[in-house]
Nanobody, 122 residues
Framework: QVQLVESGGGLVQAGGSLRLSCAAS????????MGWYRQAPGKQRELVAT??????NYADSVKGRFTISRDNAKNTGYLQMNSLKPEDTAVYYC?????????????????WGQGTQVTVSS
């Protein structure tokens, strides 16, 4: 099995910065993709950024302000958020997909974190 633990959310003033972390643990064999999504009240969940072997991808609304990265040795992903705006306020979710070992078999996984609140005040 795989567990995801998110951290780093909080309250920040507009123009400030936060860094979110997503730590994956368990019998992980590989992490193919890692992504960050967010959901504001009354809105659908939307993609913020993803990272895979082929590179990174960002929503237009965060390009130039947010940076996604990962530490493969630690099975941890990060989202550095700079120049935050009130419209960035949302619950941020980490998603990761890859393979893990059951001890006998190799299985694919696609898990979501519990979410972390980011609030940007004006």
């Amino acid at each position: 099995q795989v567990q995801l633990v998110e951290s780093g959310g909080g309250l920040v003033q507009a123009g400030g910065s936060l860094r979110l972390s997503c730590a994956a643990s368990g019998s992980i064999l590989s992490i193919a993709t890692m992504g960050w999504y967010r959901q504001a009240p009354g809105k659908q969940r939307e993609l913020v950024a993803t990272i895979a072997s082929g590179g990174t991808n960002y929503a237009d609304s965060v390009k130039g302000r947010f940076t996604i990265s990962r530490d493969n040795a630690k099975n941890t992903g990060y989202l550095q958020m700079n120049s935050l705006k009130p419209e960035d306020t949302a619950v941020y979710y980490c998603n990761t997909a890859g393979t893990y070992s059951t001890g006998t078999y190799v299985r694919k996984y696609d898990y979501w974190g519990q979410g972390t609140q980011v609030t940007v005040s004006s």
